[in-house]
């Protein structure tokens, strides 16, 4: 059924129809709607779970770590400087191999402060052992966020959904929410093998010295590898109920006769595809996007690039001092090819700047300027600051 | 090969998998330290170790470590300075340990009990030793020596047991029903007390030692120093310890309008506080030293059990501190008056300091009568040969003299001592040592034992606490024959206790049981062989420290591994 929703409450919703256990969060912008829709929920008694208010992201995440060990369905929702605070316990999730969903309302990160959007967040957290899945659009959200449990729970790790704060979270979209009957056929009740159960005592986070730390690492390295072909299949079987899928690993748009290919992560790539079809005096691209940040899908990027002369990766952060995160791992990734497309890597639409339908033209212009090595971005205008920080 | 769980989980004994011990560069030892109590008692008392007994809720097993140091531990509670006290290192929290009154209460529980040593009397498979001299260190010597097996004679000059603790100390210090259950229960340990019996008089050196192995030389100090004044001397002179012991056996006192005592020592405070009550209205006391204070420099104070000072001032006694007698004013043989010189010190010879008269600082006064009490010497008695021309016995610090190996000397005799405590102590010393050379064992070690502290305990772990305070006489109440100062109840006696730090031995608090993050402290049913209730096991510390950081008693400390 179609509803005009806003994305946080679809997103909450969503959530709700995944029947969580417990949900800990701690308030900060853009996620606060989703968690306040969810907490509405469960004060109307439309969703029954255990929501633990806390005084920090810190405590949101050791909740639902303490939770998900207990083999509770687990959520959590945060964003920017609440993703930082949560650090710590988001590496010990992973390591400890716990199944869970956390939205990250993607958000700039501070300083300067900035509320809007942008995926420095969750880029900063990639090394963490999470999933990290981008959305697109609000459809996809609601569509992921319902994957995102069955992934989680098959693969057992954590998945992180990442949608672009304000831009999906905030706009009204019409989405088609599924009903209980699709998620719970889709979706069996969470069994976790290794929970904490006071008949079977176990230590979780325990000290592994020199002799094996290598090797859990390793396995945590092998998890998400074998990862890919669940996050194929988790959208593939949710497609054959309610007939879309959000894109697996990635996705390919555009004539498949084109010589020059362009990358991009969450919603800009909605942006981009409305673009490509008016490109005024222009030949059209070959639209990718990637859907599964981690594990990063290498294979599928280079099958999906075969043909390709000229590669640019738009992207929503980066590294100071090195250039684009994105733009670095394709051009790794794309290394291994016989005949690899030229990489050219952009970012664009830091902390909210916006991203007009003429980025793409821009950007395609831009790319023959730059060398093959290069990183730039796009939007930057540098005569607003003094002229020795240029 | 050990395979890792999904997500490192550990199963139930897993965690023993990671001998952590491999990481160490430091390791945890326990050391029983001596304890500042302990280390400054010149009896050698380890008052740590009773009170910790005493915890236990053990008050007899208690009163036996007391006495394995101390066969009179009512008498030392009541005339001792209480050097445990002044090192005790709860004064730097708050107050010092009362542990005197600790030692009291024992005492007095085992006066009450009738509780008997823990000693075998019918041992007697060792070498006959006579004691000369029944004072404290002479009965402890007959004590000790009989403790170890050996047969011991006990012979003084006086009809009864005890020295000066009956003959120069006050009742109201020390009420005689308590020496007198003290000395008895030590003179029934099977010792052949001889009173009435005088060196040189009744039976000769020679003799003793004909028929004993060794000799235990107590005498004590019993010839006041001569004294005047320039050379002048009133007629009627009379010495502080002769009054005072005239006083005792008599009850009589001389009673002047006014007195000067000249001397700092308890004899002069003793003496000061009997003639007040007595009725002399005006009793000063003229000492070299200073008084006791919070800036006072220890070594320049009054060598007197410090509340017995203070009482004194209570009573009305004046001090006349770093002051000595200049001139005796006489009106013919009579005493009119004196006057009295600041004395200031000086560096002099071989960096000792010297006093000398401050020019100037004269004053004058009127008083009737004047007592020295500067202090007694050794009267020879039968040992003229080894005594020599010197007002003291010269003896190393376990009571050997140079004059004869089969003779050791202790107490007063020696005149580096002065309390009732040191002479204790010497008679154990001396009769550890004549053991040892009976048997061919080790001569004991006088050498004080490190002590550890204040800095080394964690003392986050104690509250502070009031020190409990004694019973004590109103002024209006105090007369010759009732003692001053009283004991402690049971509850305060369980109050006092709780106060102690234990420093340098095992609390077991299981601080480091607890805290330990890698299980290597277990804890044992037994005590184990350092007399803990803690092993460490070195498989699986990493050295962290943190079982010495939170031990409360300095008991752990890391070394190097």
């Known amino acids: 059924m179609l509803h005009a929703l806003e994305g946080s409450q679809a997103i909450a919703q969503a959530v709700a129809l995944c029947r969580p256990a417990v949900v800990a969060a701690y308030p900060i912008t853009p996620q606060t709607h989703i968690v306040e829709n969810i907490s509405k929920l469960v004060a109307d008694g439309k969703l029954k779970c255990e929501f633990v208010s806390v005084e920090s992201e810190f405590s949101a995440a050791s909740v639902v770590l303490g939770s998900a060990a207990t083999g509770a369905r687990s959520y959590t929702a945060s964003s920017s400087q609440g993703i930082l605070l949560m650090a710590e316990v988001l590496f010990d999730i992973a390591g400890m191999r716990l199944p869970m969903v956390l939205t990250c309302a993607n958000r700039a990160i501070s300083a300067p402060i900035n509320i809007w959007n942008d995926h420095q967040d969750a880029m900063t957290v990639r090394d963490s052992g999470w999933i990290q899945l981008y959305c697109a659009d609000n459809q996809e959200a609601i569509d992921t966020t319902i994957q995102a449990f069955r992934i989680s729970e098959r693969t057992e790790l954590p998945v992180m959904v990442c949608v672009d704060g304000f831009v999906l979270t905030h706009t009204l979209e019409v989405v088609d929410m599924p009903n209980a009957e699709q998620v719970d056929s889709y979706l069996p009740p969470f069994t976790f093998k290794n929970k904490l159960d006071p008949k079977h005592p176990l230590s979780l986070g325990t000290l592994v010295g020199p002799e094996y730390y290598t090797e859990a690492r390793y396995s945590l390295h092998r998890a998400l590898e074998k990862a890919l072909p669940e996050i194929e299949s988790a959208d593939a079987d949710w497609a054959k109920i309610c007939g879309r899928a959000s894109g697996g690993l990635l996705t390919v748009d555009g004539p498949e006769s084109a010589s020059v290919g362009v990358l991009a992560m969450g919603s800009v790539v909605s942006t981009l595809t409305e673009a490509n079809e008016i490109l005024p005096g222009k030949k059209r691209v070959r639209l990718m996007k990637l859907r599964a940040f981690r594990p990063f899908p290498a294979e599928a990027l280079r099958q999906a690039c075969a043909g390709l002369k000229e590669l640019i990766v738009l992207e929503r952060a980066f590294s100071p001092g090195c250039g684009g995160i994105l733009g670095t791992e394709v051009r790794a990734a794309l290394a291994g090819m016989a005949k690899p497309p030229a990489v050219r890597n952009f970012a664009v639409g830091l902390g909210g700047r916006d991203i007009p339908l003429g980025t793409l033209s821009k950007l395609l212009d831009a790319a023959k300027a730059q060398g093959n090595e290069g990183f730039s971005i796009l939007d930057v205008e540098p005569e607003r600051l003094p002229p020795e920080d240029r | ?561």
């Open chain 2, 1 to 561: 090969m050990k395979q890792l769980s999904r997500g490192a989980f550990a199963l139930p004994g897993t965690s023993l998998d990671f001998k952590t011990g491999t990481w160490r560069n430091e390791m945890p030892v326990h050391t029983h330290w001596g304890a500042p109590c302990h280390v400054a008692c010149p009896a050698g008392e380890d008052a740590q170790a009773y009170i910790a007994k005493m915890m236990e809720g053990h008050p007899k097993q208690a009163w036996e470590i007391l006495v394995q140091a101390n066969p009179l531990p009512a008498t030392t509670a009541r005339v001792c300075p209480h050097f445990c006290e002044q090192a005790c290192n709860r004064k730097h929290m708050d107050q010092p340990i009362a542990i005197h009154l600790i030692e009291r209460y024992l005492g007095d529980e085992a006066i009450k009990n009738n509780w008997a040593y823990p000693v075998d009397v019918s041992k007697e498979d060792g070498e006959p030793v006579c004691v000369v001299g029944a004072g404290p260190a002479g009965l402890s010597a007959a004590y000790h020596l009989r403790r170890l097996g050996h047969p011991v004679t006990l012979i003084d000059s006086l009809p009864e047991a005890g020295g000066l603790l009956r003959t120069a100390i006050p009742v109201t210090r020390l009420p005689r029903n308590v020496l007198d259950a003290e000395v008895g229960r030590l003179l029934k340990l099977g010792i052949d007390f001889k009173p009435r019996t005088s060196l040189g008089r009744d039976v000769s050196l020679e003799q003793l030692m004909g028929e004993h192995a060794y000799l235990f030389l107590a005498p004590g100090a019993a010839k006041s120093r001569h004294w005047s004044v320039d050379g002048a001397v009133p007629s009627d002179l009379r010495e502080g310890l002769g009054l005072l012991k005239e006083w005792l056996v008599v009850g009589d006192i001389p009673k002047p309008k006014s007195v000067a005592i000249h001397g700092g020592g308890n004899t002069a405070v003793d003496l000061a506080r009997v003639m007040k009550r007595a009725g002399v209205a005006d009793v000063h006391v003229i000492t070299a030293s200073g008084l006791p204070g919070p800036d006072a420099d220890p070594k320049d104070v009054l060598n007197v059990v410090p509340r017995e000072f203070e009482q004194a001032v209570e009573e009305g006694i004046v001090f006349h501190a770093h002051r000595t007698i200049q001139r005796l004013l006489m009106r013919g043989s009579k005493l009119v008056g004196l006057e009295m010189v600041h004395l200031k010190k000086l560096p002099g010879a071989g960096g000792r300091s010297s006093r000398v008269a401050f020019e100037g600082t004269e004053t004058v006064l009127h008083v009737e009568m004047v007592v020295p009490a500067i202090g007694e010497v050794v009267e020879p008695q039968g040992f003229e040969n080894l005594l020599g021309h010197a007002d003291y016995f010269k003896a190393d610090p376990i009571g050997q003299i140079a004059g004869s190996d089969r003779v050791l000397v202790g107490g007063d005799a020696r005149g580096d001592r002065g309390t009732v405590t040191a002479a204790i102590g010497d008679g154990r010393l001396a009769a550890l040592a004549i053991h040892a050379k009976l048997t061919g064992g080790e001569l004991p070690d006088p050498k004080r034992r490190p002590f550890i502290d204040y800095d080394k305990l964690n003392v986050n772990y104690f509250e502070p606490a009031a020190r409990a305070v004694e019973p004590m006489l109103a002024l209006e109440q105090r007369n010759d024959s009732d003692e001053i100062e009283g004991g402690l109840n049971f509850a305060q006696v369980t109050h006092e206790i709780g106060r102690c730090f234990s420093c340098g031995n095992c609390l077991a608090c299981d601080n480091c049981w607890t805290l330990c993050p890698d299980n290597a402290v277990i804890k044992t049913v037994e005590r184990a062989a350092d007399g803990s209730h803690y092993v460490f096991d070195y498989e699986y510390c990493k050295g962290c420290g943190l079982c010495a950081h939170e031990c409360p008693c300095g008991y752990i400390g890391m070394v190097s591994d």
